[in-house]
T-cell receptor, first 115, second 117 residues
Framework: KAGVTQTPRYLIKTRGQQVTLSCSPI?????VSWYQQTPGQGLQFLFE???????NKGNFPGRFSGRQFSNSRSEMNVSTLELGDSALYLC??????????????FGPGTRLTVL | AQSVTQLDSQVPVFEEAPVELRCNYS??????LFWYVQYPNQGLQLLLK??????LVESINGFEAEFNKSQTSFHLRKPSVHISDTAEYFC???????????????FGTGTQLKVEL
């Protein structure tokens, strides 16, 4: 099976712009989670989607949003970009995610740079 | 709320020497525990996990971790490291009683393991 794919791999934006990142989970996986990785804050949970519904949410401002489509693919959007949004954004998928016992498989990430 | 502490940001070690990467957590509820590894320019890969049962869990590449509830620790060990083990290692916890289910991992800040010849 193909792994989790994320597009684009690299992105450069300027402050104030918005950006959309895409994640395709492993075939058959229905849960998709997003994480932000920065040198200062480490890995932080953004949100999780399951069956097109946001099931869990981290402590990020409303500028960060996401959605999931019927084929389980997910997108996250960041509006009004700030310099501090520069990070590696990781997507992870799991089968059902009914509980955290499901193994999460991570994609390679999207490196976002905000200038 | 949960938190994970990885006190060692970097651990240098010679090849074939043993290594221990420390992880302590804080939580008011029961948790599941995980170790992930991240190689340069790659995503995270699950190394091993503790859900229940035996407190000693092993990975296929020789790593092991022991869950110690009284010390709230989940240290990662390997008796003999290889150059290819050079990577960043992250300890993570999740709430085993998450309302509504689902995935929500809380990560430590990571430990960079550098294996030298």
């Amino acid at each position: 099976k193909a792994g989790v794919t994320q597009t684009p791999r690299y992105l450069i934006k300027t402050r104030g712009q918005q950006v959309t990142l895409s994640c395709s989970p492993i075939s058959g996986h229905r849960s998709v989670s997003w994480y932000q990785q920065t040198p200062g804050q480490g890995l932080q949970f953004l949100f999780e989607y399951f069956s097109e519904t946001q099931r869990n949410k981290g402590n990020f401002p409303g500028r960060f949003s996401g959605r999931q489509f019927s084929n389980s693919r997910s997108e996250m959007n960041v509006s009004t970009l700030e310099l501090g949004d520069s990070a590696l954004y990781l997507c992870a998928s799991s089968l059902e995610g009914v509980s955290s016992t499901d193994t999460q498989y991570f994609g390679p990430g999207t490196r976002l740079t905000v200038l | 709320a949960q938190s994970v502490t990885q006190l060692d940001s970097q651990v240098p070690v010679f090849e074939e020497a043993p290594v221990e990467l420390r992880c302590n957590y804080s939580s008011s509820v029961s948790v599941y525990l995980f170790w992930y590894v991240q190689y340069p320019n790659q995503g995270l890969q699950l190394l091993l996990k503790y859900l229940s049962g035996s407190t000693l869990v092993e990975s296929i590449n020789g790593f092991e971790a022991e869950f110690n509830k009284s010390q709230t620790s989940f240290h990662l060990r390997k008796p003999s490291v290889h150059i290819s083990d050079t990577a960043e290692y992250f300890c993570a916890v999740s709430d085993s009683e998450l309302t509504g289910g689902g995935n929500k991992l809380t990560f430590g800040t990571g430990t960079q393991l550098k294996v030298e010849l």
